[in-house]
């Protein structure tokens, strides 16, 4: 069965065999970041609705891990923001009920965090990953690139009042663009404001494939070296792709439905669909060189390496 909402379970260091959830079709989301690997935002919205049915959600999760028990985290991210969904405190309550042995993880942009019924709703998540990118409110405009009138300060402070009632564990996420937000000014403000976010860890962040604007580069190990310990004392950690690694999962999709699940989501390289699929090279470039002639792949050239983009 191909299934419409979920995808992987891609092998992840921290996450274990994590299997994603989408609840918004491509591309809503309440921001249109410069660095999206998603492709730009084109439903700029922070209203909460039903994009698609809780139930026929809730029942696909059942589907596949009734069938598949080589999962150890459920992960609600994708390819816009997932708390936009109204029915995510649903779909939270459903899995912790039924299926409790399943870790869950929300990977967020923290717009929506400034609500306290979507705090509520999501308290029972394991593990938050709420991104941060800027302090100041003309920084955000410029890499976040928001919905009208929405205030850097009132999401900072719904992160704050997030760790009051979260008993889970936080990583916050920072994206880094080399000349936006990587300033002095900017970097101690970030220091100032993790102390009242007391996130368990911080991430920092680097372009590692195309973003929606070409001209946003990626920040050298180096400085991203220098950032984390300009943090300290914070727990700091600096991601990267290899932080992906192998771990003998089974795919219950075909190779080709793994690959468009992946890709559809973010522009990936051949060498990263091997991490993801664990499958030999070759058969990987042949899929894709198919899937370029049928006109259903872009390739991208970056310094990483070409990427391949699907084209619906
Ligand atoms: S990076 Fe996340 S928050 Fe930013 S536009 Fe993409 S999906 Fe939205």
């Known amino acids: 069965m191909h299934y419409k909402y979920l995808f992987g379970p891609v092998p992840s260091r921290r996450l274990g065999m994590s299997l994603g959830v989408d609840l918004v079709p491509p591309k809503y989301c309440s921001m249109d970041c410069v660095y999206c690997e998603a492709g730009k935002t084109s439903h700029l919205i922070i209203e909460r609705r039903e994009f698609f049915p809780t139930e026929d959600i809730c029942a696909e999760i059942r589907d596949f891990i009734e069938q598949n028990k080589n999962v150890d985290f459920i992960t609600f991210s994708g390819a816009g923001e997932p708390t936009l969904h109204s029915g995510i405190g649903k779909i939270i309550r459903f899995l912790k009920k039924n299926y409790p042995q399943y870790k869950l993880a929300l990977l967020t942009n923290s717009t929506l965090l400034t609500l306290p019924e979507l705090r509520e709703e999501i308290s029972p998540i394991d593990i938050l990953i709420p991104s941060l990118d800027a302090c100041s409110q003309n920084v955000f405009e410029m890499i976040n690139r928001p919905v009208d009138n929405l205030k850097i300060e009132d999401i900072i402070n719904g992160l704050i009042a997030t760790r009051k009632i ?27 404001v993790f102390y009242d976010i007391a996130a368990d860890e911080i991430q920092l962040n680097g372009l590692d494939r195309p973003g929606t604007e070409t001209w946003v580069e990626p920040m050298s190990k180096e400085r991203l070296g220098e950032i984390a310990e300009f943090f300290s004392p914070f727990n700091v950690s600096v991601i990267s792709r290899k932080q992906i690694e192998s771990s003998g999962s089974e795919h219950k999709f075909t190779l080709k439905e793994t690959i468009i699940d992946t890709i559809k989501r973010r522009p990936c390289t051949a060498e990263d669909l091997v991490v993801v699929t664990k499958r030999p090279a070759a058969e990987i470039l042949w899929l894709l060189s198919e899937m370029k002639k049928e006109g259903s792949v872009l390739t991208e050239k970056q310094d990483r390496g070409l990427f391949y983009r699907y084209i619906e």
């Open 166 to 192: 979260f008993k889970g564990k936080i990583w916050l996420e920072v994206f880094l663009v080399p000349g936006i937000n990587d300033g002095m000014e900017e970097l101690s403000r970030f220091r100032e």
